[in-house]
T-cell receptor, first 113, second 112 residues
Framework: AQSVTQLDSQVPVFEEAPVELRCNYS??????LFWYVQYPNQGLQLLLK??????LVKGINGFEAEFNKSQTSFHLRKPSVHISDTAEYFC???????????FGTGTRLLVSP | DAGITQSPRHKVTETGTPVTLRCHQT?????MYWYRQDPGHGLRLIHY???????DKGEVSDGYSVSRSKTEDFLLTLESATSSQTSVYFC???????????FGEGSRLTVL
C-alpha cells in the first residue's frame, strides 16, 4: 500500500524568509511524487512533479523539491516566500503500476508581513 | 486552464435524499476522478474512471456510485445522502494517468 505523511499541519513564516514543507511517503515499489497547491476557495493545481531523472525538481512560483529515495522524502522548499504563497500545500504519491494518486493531509502555509 | 466544470457548485440537501454531482470536461482526457476533501483528511479518492464505462473504487467508495457513459461526463451519485457525506467534492482529470491531475473548482455539499 502507498501512503503519504505531511508532519506539519501548519507552518507560519515571515515574508522573504525561506520555508520547507515536509513530505514522507511509503511504498514498496517505485513512485511518482507530486506537490499541489490550493488557494482559498479554489481547486488544486500542480506545483511540481517527480517522475524520473534528476532528484531536484523545480516547479512554478520559485518552488523546488528534492526526491530522497533512501529517506523516502520529497520535501518542498522556497528560498524566499511572498504573502501570495499563503495557501494549502498537498504532497501526493502514485506507485508505478497503480492508477490511484494518494494525497497527504496537507500543510497550511501562512506568510505574514 | 483545463476545461473542467462541476455542477452544482453548492447544494444543501436532507438526509436520505439522492444527490448527483456532475463533472464535465472538454479536454478529452481518458482518466477522471472524484475526491472528497475534509479537514484533517486531505483529499481522499472516492471513485475513478479509466475510460467510458470503466470505473474502479477508491479508498472511500461506500455510499457512492459513479457512471461514465461519455468521455466528457463523470457522474457521482449518493443514493441516500447521510450527514457524514457533507464535504467538498472535487473532480479531476488526467490525460495519461501518471498523477498529473487537473482539478475542477469543487462542489460543496451539505447534508442536513
Amino acid at each position: 500500500a502507498q501512503s503519504v505523511t505531511q508532519l506539519d499541519s501548519q507552518v507560519p513564516v515571515f515574508e522573504e524568509a525561506p520555508v520547507e514543507l515536509r513530505c514522507n511517503y511509503s511504498s514498496s515499489v517505485s513512485v511518482y511524487l507530486f506537490w499541489y497547491v490550493q488557494y482559498p476557495n479554489q481547486g488544486l493545481q500542480l506545483l511540481l512533479k517527480y517522475l524520473s531523472g534528476s532528484t531536484l525538481v523545480k516547479g512554478i512560483n520559485g518552488f523546488e523539491a528534492e526526491f530522497n529515495k533512501s529517506q523516502t522524502s520529497f520535501h518542498l522548499r522556497k528560498p524566499s516566500v511572498h504573502i501570495s504563497d499563503t495557501a494549502e500545500y498537498f504532497c501526493a504519491v502514485r506507485s508505478t503500476g497503480f492508477q490511484k494518486l494518494v494525497f497527504g493531509t496537507g500543510t497550511r502555509l501562512l506568510v505574514s508581513p | 486552464d483545463a476545461g473542467i466544470t462541476q455542477s452544482p457548485r453548492h447544494k444543501v440537501t436532507e438526509t436520505g435524499t439522492p444527490v448527483t454531482l456532475r463533472c464535465h470536461q472538454t479536454e478529452n482526457h481518458r482518466y477522471m476522478y472524484w475526491y472528497r476533501q475534509d479537514p484533517g483528511h486531505g483529499l481522499r479518492l472516492i471513485h475513478y474512471s479509466y475510460g467510458v464505462k470503466d470505473t474502479d473504487k477508491g479508498e472511500v467508495s461506500d455510499g457512492y456510485s459513479v457512471s461514465r457513459s461519455k468521455t466528457e461526463d463523470f457522474l457521482l451519485t449518493l443514493e441516500s445522502a447521510t450527514s457524514s457525506q457533507t464535504s467538498v467534492y472535487f473532480c479531476a482529470i488526467s490525460e495519461d494517468g501518471t498523477g498529473e491531475l487537473f482539478f475542477g473548482e469543487g462542489s460543496r455539499l451539505t447534508v442536513l
